[in-house]
């Protein structure tokens, strides 16, 4: 527990501290680098019983959590003795992890409540180790127990967390069961309403990873921080950052290793287990959207070694400009949902990633935003890989309990998870901590506390949100939100030409806004696919590029725009669009269909990217 200084470890730390006298409940982390581990996989077929509300297996009558019932995973008397119990995972059907339920069985596709899983495994215990379990996320509580005893909980839908289950494992045969609970409540985030879908299981990777008993959990290896890009200034080549050892007295030897850079320090740690480094790289090519280059990284520590890839840059604003390694950059993007192309349900896989990247390569995107929360891994791996720039997302969604101060414990958790994990991530330069939030006193106190604390936590990053209305006076439009002096980069969400207006409206307004790089981070219309008529009919995909045009036409008259991402890439499933044939329980304002069938909009915004940006760097 002397990782309790460190934030991310301190908030669960005072989780673990409250249940930890009672229980004993082990280590909960995260690891960072845990997809660059050898791991054993838990993927794969998991039994699986479905709980109606009130889920009194789970709950007991005050709502605390049971550790009787499922969890044991008991076999019911069936030939001989007295009736004893009334479930068997061991004869129950199966869903595939990771995966939602609601794309796996059609009876649960807008099931919403407890779904419990179940699967055994085999495993060798080795001396001198411990084995986390690992989950990718689970959406949105979840309890695990092992071999029938409780191991850890977790509340947020869409970041990882490693569970230590070395006490509880045995040789031979084990089994995991979890309980996994997309019920909505007041006080969570998101809250009770959003405009996407509850898709709700284990919904990325599970797996047991193995490391010494002395371990890194928490590095960053960067391009140090304030470097001069300056004409003849000393190229930017200093690599710095720090490695973790949970559990290593001070003075453990911390190697860090890029053999390609000629990079190759060592570090010791101090008496919380920290090794702070800095080298200069022989050689160092900066990573960047025409030349996305990720280095190999070792790092080692005693009998633990982590290898990752890892890209360096440097991003900060100047003025209204955002710089990419020193020069100003136009950001070209789209919005995009974890949502997977073609198959459907949450997106998980290498080739859902790919579907992702080959939509925005279509557009000539050099960046996206992944709303409204942390995407998969393998989505922050593959735009590193593609030199596609990203912004990061957690799901304070519009109504959020803003007074309350249980509330800003768990989006400072949620906010210091998104960030441990993909801290190491060259292309990801922004950490948004909201969407269109109402502008209230409470909220806006709350929003700015989680600012500064995200710049607090990551000041290699800029801090954004996406804001929604300003003051309208006619055709003036003045953006005057308090929220706005805590934020590097203001995102700005509109909808002239479907909510408000016409698409010719746009060409009449005036935008006020303060000196500060600002992104149009929504504006769009619904297009059913294949649907076609005059610029002016609604749910063309004509009318939809019209209302493009327009915006772009707008967004260019704004000197402070530094980028654009319409709303959305990708037609999205979300239980509030219930307009059948227009919708049939998809949002449609992407320019591509769910089945990735190009809207007429593709065209529009590729050629206006390529050939007319309508921002400048
Ligand atoms: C918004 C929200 C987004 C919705 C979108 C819409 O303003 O930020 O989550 O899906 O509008 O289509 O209404």
Not at 107 to 112: I, V, W
Not at 257 to 264: K, L, Q, S
Not at 468 to 475: C, F, K, L, T
Request: proline residues 6%; aromatic residues 8%; hydrophobic residues 35%.
């Amino acid at each position: 527990l002397r990782s309790c200084s460190k934030p991310l470890a301190a908030v669960a730390c005072l989780v673990l501290t409250a249940s930890a006298a009672a229980q004993q409940t082990p280590l909960r982390t995260l690891l960072v680098g845990a997809d660059r581990r050898p791991a054993q996989s838990l993927d794969g077929d998991w039994h699986y019983l479905v709980e109606q509300p009130p889920a009194r297996e789970l709950y007991d009558s005050q709502g605390k959590i049971r550790d009787t019932g499922y969890a044991l995973n008991t076999h019911p008397n069936i030939s001989s003795g007295p009736h004893n119990s009334e479930y068997d995972f061991s004869t129950a059907p199966t869903l595939k992890v990771p995966g939602d339920w609601n794309t796996q069985d059609p009876t649960l596709l807008r099931f919403e409540g407890v779904v419990w899983y179940q699967r055994d495994f085999d495993y060798t215990p080795q001396p001198g180790q411990r084995t986390f379990l690992h989950i990718g996320a689970a959406n949105y509580r979840s309890v695990f127990w092992v071999n029938g005893k409780r191991l850890c909980e977790h509340e947020g839908g869409f970041t990882p967390f490693d569970c230590d289950a070395t006490a509880l494992l045995h040789p031979g045969s084990n089994f995991v069961v979890a309980a996994v609970d997309s019920t909505r409540h007041q006080d969570d985030i998101p809250s009770l309403l959003y405009d996407f879908y509850d898709y709700g299981g284990l919904t990325r990777d599970v797996s047991l990873i193995t490391v010494p008993t002395e371990f890194i959990d928490d590095y960053r290896v960067q391009l140090q921080h304030g470097a001069s890009f300056a004409p003849g200034s000393a190229a930017a080549r200093t690599v710095a950052g720090y490695v973790h050892v949970e559990g290593a007295a001070a003075g453990t030897k911390v190697n860090i290793r890029i053999p390609e850079a000629g990079v190759d320090a060592t570090a010791t740690t101090d008496g919380n287990g920290q090794a702070s480094f800095q080298a200069e790289a022989k050689r160092l090519d900066l990573w960047s959207t025409t030349n996305p280059k990720l280095y190999a990284v070792q790092i080692s520590a005693g009998a633990d070694h982590v290898a990752d890839q890892i890209g360096f840059r440097d991003v900060r604003v100047d003025g209204t400009r955002i710089l990419l390694n020193g020069k100003p950059i136009a950001l070209l993007g789209a919005n995009m949902h974890a949502e997977a192309p073609v198959r459907g349900g949450r997106a998980y896989s290498d080739a859902d990633m790919q579907n992702i990247v080959k939509m925005l390569h279509a557009i000539n995107a050099n960046f996206v935003r992944l709303c409204h929360y942390p995407h998969d891994e393998r989505m922050t791996r593959a735009t590193d890989a593609a030199g596609i720039l990203a912004w990061s997302e957690i799901p304070l969604w519009q109504r959020i309990t803003f007074s309350s101060p249980e509330v800003y414990a768990k989006a400072v958790t949620m906010l210091h998870e998104m960030i441990r994990r993909d801290q190491n991530k060259a292309s990801v330069i922004f950490w948004s901590v909201s969407n269109e939030t109402p502008n209230n006193a409470d909220r806006t106190r709350f929003l700015t506390n989680l600012a500064n604390e995200a710049r607090h936590t990551d000041s290699t990053r800029l801090i954004t949100s996406a804001l929604i209305g300003p003051r309208v006076s006619e055709d003036r439009i003045v953006q005057d939100d308090p929220l706005m002096p805590a934020l590097d980069v203001v995102g700005q969400n509109e909808y002239i030409g479907w909510y408000e207006g016409t698409a010719e409206d746009a060409d009449r307004k005036t935008w006020v806004l303060p000196q500060k790089p600002f992104i149009m981070s929504e504006f769009g219309a619904e297009a059913t696919p294949g649907n076609h008529g005059g610029a002016h009919d609604r749910w063309t995909e004509e009318q939809q590029v019209n209302v493009l045009q327009h915006q772009f036409a707008m967004i260019r008259r704004i000197p402070q725009m530094r980028g654009t991402t319409p709303w959305v890439l990708m037609d999205f499933r979300s239980s509030t669009r219930n307009i059948p044939k227009l919708q049939n329980g998809y949002n449609r304002k992407g320019l591509f269909s769910e089945t990735m069938q190009p809207k007429q909009s593709v065209e529009l915004v590729r050629k206006t990217y390529t050939e007319n940006p309508p921002v400048k760097a």
